[in-house]
């Protein structure tokens, strides 16, 4: 029996096979708020594959999710910015050098986030809010790479990525206190997502106009965007933001007056954050909210 020989053309198809398996298994836990094991997945993977027959398609989805986990963990964890920013920027590169216009936009999109999210970090570990920053430069990148990303989107015709771009340029807007255009790209990410079916999309939005309803003291909608937020992000099975929509309605509830239902959602979040390792996390937003609350009342 004479040996099978095989090509590269053929380990490189066991590597697309065996990545986008990796994939599968990463986003998964990702989903399920196990961000530490989607990390050690995607991270092994990318250290497995150096040098090896792997198409660049296959090497950017890679990058491309590993900076979407990275991106996450960073807003719910802090530390350091380093690897997040270089595994995004080694995406562009690719895309660019093989015109993956695709690749691209969600590579523009992604730097988007983290520039915003690295941000927003930074101030809150200085004991600063994100509100009211424009004067202080605060978010430029961030929105210079959204409007990048926007605009190669629209050309590309990706409904999930014009409403997720739009999204991200509406918290920039939110940030700097121009609540109406921010308000006006919200609901655009919205509309958008509504018109073709996306679910998950319309989690971040409603969250997001559940402040703005806030800032203008509307409890009644605040309430009804807090509800959506949580209700689209359970049904898209999203885990790791979860706490983050109990704790707005925990803080909705408490302003009504409602402290059985303020509860139980204090309760849901802190239940949530401790499966998934948020703990320390959501007691600092807790004790943020809760700082908050008693400036207002000597006020």
Not at 181 to 198: D, L, S
Not at 283 to 299: M, P, R, W
Request: glycine share 8%; with cysteine; net charge negative.
């Amino acid at each position: 029996m004479q040996p099978s020989v095989f090509t590269n053309d053929e380990l490189s198809v066991y590597y697309t096979t065996a990545i986008d398996a990796l994939c599968k298994v990463a986003r998964l836990s990702f989903f399920l708020g196990r961000i530490g094991d989607a990390l050690h997945v995607l991270g092994t993977s990318l250290h497995l594959i150096e040098g090896g027959e792997v198409a660049q398609k296959d090497r950017l989805k890679l990058l491309l999710l590993y900076g979407t986990v990275l991106t996450v963990d960073h807003l719910l964890h802090g530390g350091e910015t380093d690897l997040m920013f270089s595994t995004l920027l080694q995406a562009q590169q690719i895309a660019e050098s093989t015109q993956d216009q695709q690749g691209r936009a969600n590579a523009l999109s992604l730097l988007g986030q983290a520039h915003c999210y690295a941000t927003t970090v930074a101030i809150r570990k200085s004991g600063a809010v994100p509100f009211g920053t424009q004067d202080q430069g605060k978010y430029e990148e961030a929105l210079a790479y959204q409007q990048q990303a926007l605009d190669l989107q629209e050309a590309l015709h990706d409904t999930r990525g014009i409403s997720e771009s739009h999204f991200y340029i509406g918290v920039v807007y939110q940030f700097w206190q121009q609540n109406e255009v921010a308000r006006e790209h919200f609901t655009r990410a919205i509309q958008i997502a509504e018109e073709v079916g996306y679910v998950l999309e319309q989690a971040e939005p409603h969250r997001h106009l559940t402040f703005d309803a806030l800032f203008k003291g509307d409890l009644e909608a605040a309430l009804t965007y807090a509800k959506l937020a949580l209700s689209f992000r359970e049904a898209g099975g999203f885990r790791p933001y979860q706490p983050l929509d109990h704790l707005t309605l925990w803080d909705i509830y408490q302003k009504i007056g409602d402290m059985n239902k303020a509860q139980f959602h204090l309760q849901q979040a802190s239940t949530l954050a401790e499966e998934m390792g948020l703990s320390t996390f959501v007691s600092s937003l807790i004790n943020s909210t809760n700082h908050q609350g008693v400036q207002k009342e000597n006020a």
